[in-house]
């Protein structure tokens, strides 16, 4: 039998919800993305998804989506391993601003192309403010999307993929774009066309691994 592979991004956060650049920056989840969470779990439940470890960012939103979805499915016992690497990707100086008014003081198309390209690297911050998760110099002042993959993609080769090599079904809870860059890496999407995928909150996806990736499954 092919191990299961789960990727979830988190329930809507307070970020999302104002519409707001969030990045590195640890926000709550809403009301509304608790139920997402609690959704995905249901989900995954009348799949009949059983999971022996599961792996998700330094970041709340994601750690608590996380644990509803155990407990919805009754796993809570399941091995949680958290990783920064996981982390969203660092939005740098427009962190905590609202995309319309980024739109409005930097342009329309620039804004676009740091979101969406996977190379433009946003405004970068000036400074940071000292946060006990991360060694001195390990947060980034900004990142683009192939930058956050850089630090990605070999935590998924050193610690995910040779769980599922082993047969093991994996949950990985995690944030848009570093799903975008994990999906990327898996189905050998171009740099290019890495631009029209986007990953919806509390959406479950799918693969089945054996030797190789099946193609993406939106579990309903």
Avoid at 49 to 64: E, G, N, P, W, Y
Avoid at 76 to 85: E, G, R
Wanted: aromatic share 10%; net charge neutral; proline share 4%.
């Amino acid at each position: 039998m092919a191990a299961k592979l789960v990727l979830v991004r988190h329930g809507e956060s307070t970020a999302n919800r104002d519409n707001e650049f969030t990045g590195w920056t640890d926000v709550p989840l809403t009301s509304r993305g608790i139920k997402q969470a609690h959704c995905v779990g249901e989900i995954l439940r009348w799949h009949h998804m059983q999971f022996d470890v599961s792996f998700t960012s330094f970041l709340k939103r994601a750690i608590i989506t996380d644990n509803i979805i155990l407990e919805e499915l009754g796993q809570l016992w399941v091995p949680l391993y958290k990783a920064w690497q996981l982390n969203e990707r660092h939005y740098g100086a427009l962190r905590g601003l609202n995309k319309d008014y980024a739109r409005e003081y930097y342009g329309v198309d620039k804004v676009a192309l740091w979101r969406r390209s996977y190379i433009a690297v946003p405004p970068l911050l000036s400074h940071l403010e000292s946060d006990n998760r991360y060694p001195e110099g390990l947060e980034p002042r900004g990142e683009s999307l192939k930058m956050a993959s850089e630090r990605l993609i070999p935590y998924w080769s050193s610690e995910i993929l040779p769980k599922l090599k082993q047969g093991k079904n994996v949950l990985v809870v995690a944030h848009g774009s570093s799903l975008r860059a994990l999906v990327k890496h898996l189905e050998s999407i171009s740099d290019e066309d890495i631009d029209g995928l986007e990953i919806d909150n509390g959406e479950p996806i799918l693969y089945e691994y054996n030797q190789k990736f099946s193609e993406r499954i939106y579990l309903k």
